[in-house]
């Protein structure tokens, strides 16, 4: 074979580094301002951020004509808009809810609300040395109460335990890129799967005719009528928000003072928010698998309704807005997912990964060369179990647990590719498995004070790399984009975010004050991982041996859901909507969206069919732009004023 780079590769250029690592620059000052300080929107709230695709539409409608203008050669070409696109996407989340809105409060919370009455620093403090955590009292004291003026940022108490703890992360991010490399190829040509949250920046950026300034896309009519409804109702929204005598158009509505009788009220929280950019996104994705989505929602809601009729126990999973029992059987079902995935996939599988004892490589394309694919793997597994067993934890269990979040990495990268669910969560930590088998009792105190940190840090997944990193490589699918130069250009952009973001981040926080900052992200999620824990070590616990067998359950049912699905086409639903966490925050916003979107779909291919459908996408484009849109300059604007307009869920 030859293993010369293949001509259809286009190489990517300085010029579009650059470009990308300016954004990368442009985000970690603005985005923690932004989230936590004047709390507007999110910027990088979803796999789908503002930010970045407000600022690809300022460079696609703004920047590149104005290049064309003055000289055709400058505009940016397709390549360099996709390698801007990916660095931004990996990036924008670092600064915020993809790092440093977990990391940074957890490392000096618990020392910070530790009172007599609550004894954390004795109970947890001879866990957590200075290479674990900052142990300086001015460093713990300031970051929450502000800085006094003249005082350097205390940056060298830092260093030591953000070198610990990115280097755990870092291990994590390698074994996310690793497995997306993995799965790319069976996830795009084998099981081709539809990459909702990547085909709109792929069809923005395909390059527009030699006399036109914008693509045809650009040009449809209907995406701007599509587009012109976010921005028609966020614009009034907004304007309400800073002037409330102005009109509103309400979009959402909660049912819950509705539904205060038992059994009725297990059904809350019960909301219907609708969501222009969900309901775009909805429309890409198959019919089977939206529908599926949220059934399984109120087959959930319906699940507590009899059980609170029958006086059912049913017990909150830890932490969690989930029942502990549909948590654990949403383990099982990732793991028998995990494993159909797979077998379907294990000829292409075993022949990747085989090639490391023969040293061929079988596809120049793959970001990551195919013989080196096993030895990634490997330390994405190796380096993060190592480093966490070195900080006292058990070595067999830090490695179930890293194997645990790879299964997870997989399913929730599934969720987003498959089922263009924007804002994803588990209703489990991978950490929860291992105790509900052994207990607190018998993990140990030290096992559970260092898990407890890597478990809080990737509790929620609104930021999660590996979503990202398979879109990314999607794009470069379509594009024709060199897959090793892109993943170098990622890394890079990464790399260059993190450094930043303990700059800047630190910066801005030690010179406001955690305290006069978001409340959630700097007091209330801080405490909960260590509240937790002080429970655990008052009252150890044993096997719980009921969880485990709905983790059990859990594995026949999603098995069970597989065979119907492949010996009945008839069958309407889809897998994935048993393990898209029902009881958790996300599908709380988003699962009316879906439908209504499922809705509309439905009815375009039954009395339209697939013409109408694909002339129709312009428009659900046009909501997912109309919305971003709008919400960047919403941004802008409540940075100018000091105050945020919220308009997705934080």
């Excluded at 830092?158 to 755990?168: A, C, E, G, Y």
């Excluded at 009729?309 to 949403?330: D, N």
Aim: hydrophobic content about 50%; overall charge positive.
């Amino acid at each position: 074979m030859d293993l010369s780079k293949p001509a259809f590769q286009h190489d990517i250029s300085l010029r579009s580094i650059v470009i990308g690592l300016a954004c990368v620059v442009l985000f970690c000052i603005v985005v923690p301002y932004n989230d936590f300080l004047i709390e507007g929107t999110f910027l990088a709230g979803n796999h789908f951020p503002i930010g970045s695709i407000f600022l690809l539409i300022l460079i696609l409608l703004l920047v590149n004509p104005i290049l064309k203008v003055i000289r055709h050669k400058w505009m940016l070409r397709e390549t360099e808009l996709v390698t801007i696109w990916c660095m931004m996407l990996v990036s924008i989340g670092i600064p915020t809810v993809g790092l440093a809105r977990w990391v940074f409060p957890l490392l000096v919370g618990f020392r910070y609300f530790a009172t007599p009455e609550n004894d954390w620093q004795t109970l947890f403090g001879p866990y957590f040395s200075n290479w674990l955590a900052p142990t300086d009292p001015d460093t713990i004291r300031f970051f929450y109460e502000k800085m006094p003026e003249g005082m350097p940022i205390p940056y060298f108490s830092w260093i030591k335990p953000l070198v610990f703890w990115m280097s755990v992360i870092g291990g994590l991010w390698l074994l996310m890129i690793t497995l997306s490399v993995i799965f790319r190829r069976q996830w795009i040509e084998r099981e081709k799967y539809i990459f909702p949250l990547a085909q709109l920046p792929n069809e923005m950026i395909s390059p527009p005719a030699p006399v036109n300034y914008f693509n045809s896309l650009f040009q449809n009519r209907l995406l701007w009528i599509g587009f012109s409804i976010p921005v028609l109702i966020h614009a009034c929204n907004g304007l309400n928000f800073y002037f409330p005598s102005f009109p509103i158009l309400p979009l959402k509505l909660r049912l819950d003072p509705y539904l205060s009788e038992k059994p009725w009220n297990a059904l809350r929280p019960l909301w219907l928010y609708f969501f222009p950019s969900m309901i775009g996104f909805t429309y890409l994705i198959r019919l089977d698998v939206a529908l599926s989505i949220w059934v399984f929602f109120l087959l959930y809601r319906l699940q507590l309704v009899i059980g609170t009729a029958f006086a059912i126990p049913m017990k909150v999973s830890m932490g969690y807005g989930s029942r502990a029992y549909a948590s654990h059987m949403e383990m099982g079902g990732y793991i028998v997912s995990v494993v159909y995935f797979v077998w379907v996939g294990r000829h292409h599988l075993l022949r990747m990964l085989g090639t490391f004892f023969n040293r061929k490589e079988l596809d120049p394309s793959e970001p990551i060369s195919e013989p080196w694919i096993l030895p990634c793997l490997l330390l994405g597994i190796l380096i993060p179990s190592i480093l966490l067993h070195l900080a006292g934890a058990s070595l067999a269990l830090c490695f179930g647990v890293v194997a645990l979040m790879g299964i997870s990495s997989i399913m929730l990268t599934y969720m987003v590719i498959a089922g263009g669910i924007l804002h994803i969560n588990s209703s489990f930590r991978a950490f929860d498995l291992y105790h509900t088998a052994l207990g607190s009792g018998g993990i140990g105190r030290n096992s559970l004070s260092v898990l407890t940190i890597p478990a809080a840090i990737f509790r929620t997944k609104r930021g999660f790399l590996m979503p990202h990193v398979s879109n990314i490589f999607k794009m470069a699918d379509t594009a024709k984009v060199n897959g090793k130069q892109l993943l170098m250009s990622i890394v890079l952009a990464l790399t260059l975010a993190v450094v930043l973001t303990c700059i800047t981040f630190l910066w801005i926080v030690y010179r406001t004050g955690a305290l006069n900052m978001q409340h959630w992200t700097f007091v209330t999620a801080p405490q909960t991982p260590f509240r937790w824990l002080e429970t655990q070590f008052q009252l150890p616990t044993e096997t719980n041996w009921v969880n485990l067998s709905f983790i059990g359950v859990g594995a026949i049912i999603m098995a069970g859901l597989y065979w119907i699905r492949n010996n009945f086409i008839w069958w309407p639903l889809h897998p994935i909507g048993f393990v898209s966490s029902p009881g958790e925050w996300p599908l709380n916003n988003l699962w009316f969206s879906i439908f209504i979107g499922w809705l509309v779909k439905s009815t375009l291919l039954k009395y339209g069919g697939l013409k109408q459908f694909q002339q129709a996408k312009p428009f659900f484009f046009g909501l997912v732009l109309g919305d971003c849109f709008i919400g960047g300059v919403w941004a802008v604007f409540g940075m100018i004023a000091g105050d945020g307009y919220t308009m997705l869920p934080g």
